[in-house]
Every structure is written in structure tokens, then in C-alpha cells.
């Protein structure tokens, strides 16, 4: 199971930035997916989750400015990040729970400066 991120950067406060997510050796079209994020000197925390269905869950901080997607053809997952935030900034995670384990991707730094 591979998870490749991407799509990070740094951006000023109110900017947009979308991270990708394209994953391989899973069933993905069957897969629920999922983006955390992990503060410097904070625990991980899920961002959003997104069902094979396509039914979205939020952390509430990100409700209405985070948008969860899939492109079940292309094997990928999307994060569009508006209306961004300093307590935004963190590293990033594409994730999946596949066969009784969790898989992360690399981590993709999102920086939210002026």
C-alpha cells in the first residue's frame, strides 16, 4: 500500500491551497479515506473522512472552508483548503485503514503566514 501527497506550501492568511492523494494497492473504490494533520508539538487529529459512497465527515474547525473529494478513476483523493488559517499550519496526512491497518502517506507541509 502506497500513499503519495501532495500540494503543500506556504500561503497568507485567507489563501487556498488543495492537496492530492493518490493511492495504490488498495481496493481504493471501496476505501474510506481520510486527511489529519499534526501541529508542531500537537497529537495527529483527523481533518475529514470520505466514504466509498462519498459521505463527508469534518472536524469541526474545518467546516464549511475544507472540501474532501475522490476521483475513484484516478485512484485519488483531494483536500481544498479555503479561507485558510495560521492554526491551519501543519503536516498533512493522506490516510487509510486497509486490512486491520493504518497507512499514511509522507506528509506534506501546509504553512499559513503572511
Known amino acids: 500500500v502506497q500513499l503519495q501527497a501532495s500540494g503543500g506550501g506556504l500561503v497568507q492568511p485567507g489563501g487556498s491551497l488543495r492537496l492530492s492523494c493518490k493511492a495504490s494497492g488498495i481496493a481504493f473504490n471501496i476505501a474510506t479515506m481520510a486527511w489529519y494533520r499534526q501541529a508542531p508539538g500537537k497529537q495527529r487529529d483527523v481533518v475529514a473522512t470520505i466514504r466509498s459512497s462519498g459521505v463527508t465527515n469534518y472536524t469541526d474547525s474545518v467546516k464549511g472552508r475544507f472540501t474532501i473529494s475522490r476521483d475513484n478513476s484516478r485512484r485519488m483523493v483531494y483536500l481544498q483548503m479555503n479561507s485558510l488559517k495560521p492554526e491551519d499550519t501543519a503536516v498533512y496526512y493522506c490516510?487509510?485503514?486497509?486490512?486491520?491497518?493504518?497507512?499514511w502517506g509522507q506528509g506534506t507541509q501546509v504553512t499559513v503566514s503572511s
Open positions: 490516510h487509510v485503514f486497509w486490512r486491520a491497518r493504518d497507512y
